[in-house]
């Protein structure tokens, strides 16, 4: 019965055309949002030079809703859609409202649809539900839920072909979703990376299968196309690295994960809207358009899809990383309204002052053998807070990368306070710190560990406390890059043990440093962001307030 309205909207839809011509939809996306309602610093290039970069405000949710209607505006077949990591590592400012704020920002800004990533895993299946289909009461933590009124839930839903429930072999979120834009329509299929187990708790994803990523996109493509859908987008929360500036369009140098999940893709599949590695891109890929768009909201990609009505499919895929420049763009004044009320609760806490900095900010970028100011600085906090026998007696602590967010502060602090809410953007998790026995073996083999990462541009290079040292080799084979390892002038021992600190998602095995599942002996300690404010404090109180320490802590050799 719906073959015959289907077929004379097609007919009409082609009349007003006209013979040959292509209607255009237009796909704006953004990626790893993380809950960053207010801008930040983004480096651009100069307009007037592009060999220089500037820095400007960029992001926030009321200049990425001005820049949603002006696209809209220009083109009312529009879709905003999103590549996951939405929630989760979020600012106080979301995080202490249980990232509420983050949803209902984009259910009024008209988000369509988004791919799962793994940060909405960070509390859980049970809470990234109610996420979902809103309630108070279910929520992970509910003194956090419904501070701004009964929260409805996520008005777009959530698909993800490749989260399987395990009992039953089946998808828990539908795989895709179609959209009808302009009289035609369009399928987004989406995905996770299927390492999503290993960098998340796995208390959260109990009795979850996370598969191939092309594989599960690819099986639903039939289903897809026998619904008479030729228009195919997919959403994967997996993503690359290139060499090409965020804005420059058609770009080669593309390499990562989502290079060889792209190959593998069903051709049915016109364009892949990537995400996870936080940068921007806009590549092509065996002819095929991948983009990215950074991450934090910074940027807005727009993806014009030129579709014949006649056969519904994607003829030519063209696209732009436009920057939600927050000095440029006027304050959505629905979203000021939000923000505002999110401020009202949390910038009472978050404002909160800590302690002074010796330097305006401390940077997490890690020098070329892995070592970062800001880790650093984080390991030794974890050594002092679980130092004393009582405590647990640590000699070192080892601090994963990826659990340091931001830079301290975010923004350079030209008066050098931090405040609780910079701490918290810096570590949002909520880890405890867990000390634990290892010999130097284990230490070895959990230093062996941070090379076996297959996907290439990713820091795991665990950052360590004073004290403590070693030297890799880049050209010497998986297995046996490390070489000298001192702790406070002495070789490591292979028989001897160390009372080591990690976090507790470290602890769990988390970012696949399966070592630490071995430790023996554990005492359970504060909250990693608690001892990075102590530990700051102490410094500010006897004179040595906190600085950029760089110190060969981690050198390499024979570097590329």
């Not at 909160?352 to 880790?375: K, N, T």
Request: glycine share 10%; hydrophobic share 40%.
């Amino acid at each position: 019965m719906a073959v015959l309205p289907l077929f004379l909207a097609l007919v009409a839809l082609v009349f007003v055309l006209g013979q040959g011509q292509t209607l255009t939809v237009t796909v704006l996306a953004i990626n790893d949002l993380h809950g960053a309602l207010l801008p930040q610093n983004f480096s651009v290039p100069d307009p007037n030079d592009r060999s220089r970069r500037v820095s400007i405000q960029a992001g926030g949710v009321e200049a990425l809703a001005t820049l949603v209607k002006e696209m809209r505006a220009r083109n009312p077949h529009t879709v905003f859609v999103g590549a996951g990591d939405l929630i989760g590592a979020t600012p106080l400012i979301s995080a202490l409202l249980a990232d509420e704020p983050t949803i209902m920002a984009l259910n009024r800004m008209g988000m369509a649809v988004s791919a799962l990533g793994n940060h909405e895993f960070d509390k859980g299946l049970k809470e990234l539900q109610r996420i979902q289909r809103g309630g108070c009461q279910e929520a992970y933590d509910p003194s956090r839920a419904c501070r701004l009124g009964t929260y409805e839930g996520a008005r777009f839903p959530y698909i993800a072909a490749n989260v399987l429930d395990r009992a039953t072999g089946r998808p828990l979120f539908p795989p895709y979703v179609v959209q009808r834009v302009g009289g035609v329509e369009v399928a987004f299929v989406g995905a996770v990376l299927r390492g999503t187990p290993s960098i998340v708790p796995p208390s959260g994803i109990a009795g979850l299968d996370f598969t191939d990523e092309a594989e599960a996109i690819n099986r639903v493509i039939p289903e897809i196309r026998a619904r008479g859908v030729e228009a195919i987008v997919a959403l994967v929360h997996e993503g690359g690295f290139a060499r090409e500036p965020f804005d420059e369009p058609n770009c080669t140098s593309l390499s990562g994960p989502i290079v060889d999940i792209v190959r593998r893709l069903d051709r049915a599949v016109d364009v892949v809207v990537s995400g996870h590695t936080h940068r921007g891109y806009l590549c092509r890929v065996d002819g095929r358009l991948v983009t990215q768009a950074d991450a934090n909201g910074r940027l807005l990609t727009q993806i014009d899809l030129s579709i014949d009505p006649r056969t519904r499919d994607v003829v030519a895929a063209r696209a732009a990383n436009l920057v939600v420049d927050a000095a440029r763009l006027a304050k959505d004044p629905e979203m000021t309204a939000l923000v505002n009320q999110a401020r009202a609760i949390a910038d009472p806490i978050a404002n909160q002052p800590v302690a002074r900095l010796a330097v305006e900010q401390i940077r997490r970028e890690a020098s070329p053998a892995g070592e970062s100011a800001l880790g650093n600085l984080i390991a030794d906090a974890q050594l002092a807070a679980t130092r004393d026998p009582a405590k647990g007696g640590a000699v070192v602590a080892f601090m994963n990368p990826g659990g340091i967010r931001a830079d301290l502060p975010p923004n350079p602090s030209p008066n050098r306070t931090v405040t609780y809410g910079d701490l918290f953007t810096v570590q949002p998790f909520g880890n405890t710190l867990v000390v634990m026995t290892l010999t130097g073996t284990q230490i070895r083999a959990l230093l062996e560990q941070q090379f076996d990462n297959p996907e290439p541009g990713r820091n795991r290079i665990l950052q360590v406390s004073q004290g403590f040292s070693y030297t890799w080799d880049a050209r010497r084979p998986k297995g046996e890059r490390v070489l000298s390892i001192r702790l406070n002038g002495q070789e490591l021992l292979p028989d001897g043990r160390y009372r080591v600190t990690v976090n507790s998602f470290l602890a769990e095995g988390g970012d696949n440093f399966t070592v630490l599942r071995e430790g023996t002996e554990r005492v359970g300690g504060p909250l990693d962001l608690d001892a990075l404010q102590a530990y700051l404090q102490a410094m500010e109180a006897a004179g040595r307030p906190a600085g950029s320490l760089l110190e060969n802590r981690i050198s390499a050799v024979n570097l590329p």
